[in-house]
């Protein structure tokens, strides 16, 4: 029996212990649920908690020492030249074995001092499985017996099944917050380790960009420049594109489903229109690619205009298209917020539905639909595969978005693609332009967050 079918187990006790709970405790209130001092169903998660914890907990930690000890014991039961050798080489023939245990095919020969290593480690496995499983097993029972004796009327069983849940919360927010943090502090030393090769005013006022870096004199198309202003215009003028597709398309779009569409009518549109958001990034690129830019550069030919075969033009239109979905949804939502007595009060002075939408439901709704707006702006700079194929990779300083252009995101791709060795300045750069992007993000959502609070309205 493997890892999987020991877990299940122990979570089958613990789900027997929950109804097993949950039945004593309704046998107790005899049809008067009142009589009890807390819930059937919190008497039930009790036992089940009382059980499952502690057998999880103790089961985890039998196969993290476990596997620890298995590997030691198979270690010093190799031969002496094997122990000698250096740990790269010992660490290749464990995981061998290992893999050979299991059943699988492994990198280096079979030969007979493998096969035995993979017999002591099938059998030592087997036998840490097997004591894990009925220590936890055995704990489990332990608790799931003094939780049922302790069912009664007057328990207070709800308590510490919240305590529980709270404790739960709490670490999945600290998991949360502990995992933004090392983010940002592994991008910010690796930035720093960049800045101190590259100055950062020549980062972030540079104009050229090309990160390629020369190792022999006579070596060409390799300066090592790495100033991010060219990638910053790109990324702006992307960005820009895609929202002036994007917000009118999803702003009236969402008034025209909150105020004017017919309820049947809305039930169906509004399902498609959100259809959008969960179409895969590539295939707006391939779209954008195959179909959009094409189509732009044969309709500039046709006007006398130079379009080039990848354009900021083309990339910006199609993500402001893969946008309005986020657009139309948070603007809905903010229009939906607005109480439906203000809209009756306003039809019923005089006003017409244009006028009510224009000046009393649309001022409303303003902080969320700027919040929207704002996190809309942040979900299109960070965006990637579209201008990787519709934009092209050219660090261009220009303001013509027919033009080729590159972004920030694309070019952290490009610079981490392949085998790269993480202590030159072309490789650390990515890491200061995620940081750079990074605040940029941050500093959107902290103007969107402010936006809300400064203009926002209650109503009861």
């Not at 877990?7 to 212990?17: E, K, P, S």
């Not at 039809?347 to 902080?367: D, F, K, M, S």
Request: proline share 5%.
């Amino acid at each position: 029996m493997n890892v999987t079918v020991f877990t299940v187990i122990l979570l089958v006790l613990a789900a027997a212990g929950f109804f097993m709970g949950r039945g004593r405790a309704i046998g107790l209130a005899a049809g008067r649920p009142a009589s009890l001092h807390s819930r059937p169903v919190h008497h039930g998660w009790y036992v089940a908690l009382a059980c499952g914890l502690p057998a999880i907990a103790l089961w985890v930690a039998a196969l993290a020492i476990g596997d620890r000890l298995v590997a030691s014991s198979v270690v010093a039961s190799l031969p002496q030249d094997l122990r000698d050798a250096s740990a790269p080489v010992l660490t290749r023939f464990l995981a061998d074995a290992e893999t050979l245990a299991r059943g699988g095919a492994p990198v280096i020969e079979i030969t007979p001092d493998l096969e035995a290593a993979a017999e002591r480690f099938a059998s030592l496995r087997a036998l840490e499985h097997w004591i894990g499983f009925a220590g936890a097993f055995a704990l489990g029972l332990v608790g799931f017996g003094l939780a049922f004796r302790r069912i009664a009327p007057a328990h207070h069983a709800r308590q510490p099944v919240e305590r529980v849940l709270l404790a739960a919360l709490l670490v999945a927010a600290a998991i949360s917050i502990l995992t933004t943090v090392g983010i940002v502090f592994s991008v910010l030393f690796e930035s720093i380790r960049f800045f101190d090769k590259v100055p950062i005013l020549d980062f972030l006022f540079g104009l050229r960009w090309s990160p390629q870096i020369a190792l022999r004199e006579d070596q060409v198309g390799s300066s090592g420049a790495f100033g991010a202003v060219p990638l910053f215009a790109g990324t702006l003028m992307v960005s820009a594109i895609a929202m002036l597709v994007a917000g009118p398309i999803g702003l009236l779009s969402a008034i025209y489903l909150a105020d004017y569409a017919h309820p049947g009518f809305r039930a169906v549109a509004k399902p498609m229109l959100e259809i959008l958001a969960g179409v895969p990034t590539v295939v707006y690129g391939f779209f954008a690619a195959l179909v959009v830019a094409p189509l732009l550069r044969d309709a500039g030919a046709g006007l006398g205009l130079s379009v080039a075969s990848e354009s900021a033009l083309a990339a910006g239109a199609v993500m402001g298209v893969m946008i309005v979905p986020f657009v139309s949804s948070l603007t809905d939502d903010a229009l939906a917020a607005v109480p439906q007595s203000l809209r009756d009060a306003s039809l019923g002075l005089g006003a017409t539905r244009q006028e009510t939408v224009a000046r009393v439901i649309l001022p409303a709704a303003l902080p969320g639909i700027v919040a929207g707006l704002l996190l809309a702006v942040s979900r299109a700079i960070g965006e990637t595969m579209i201008v990787v194929m519709a934009a092209g990779l050219a660090a261009n300083l220009t303001a013509n978005p027919l033009e080729a252009v590159t972004t920030v995101t694309v070019q952290i791709v490009t610079l981490l693609v392949g085998d790269q060795e993480f202590d030159s300045a072309k490789t650390l750069a990515a890491f200061a332009l995620g940081l750079a992007l990074f605040v940029i993000t941050l500093g959107l959502n902290v103007m969107a967050l402010r936006a809300v609070r400064k203009y926002r309205e209650e109503y009861d």
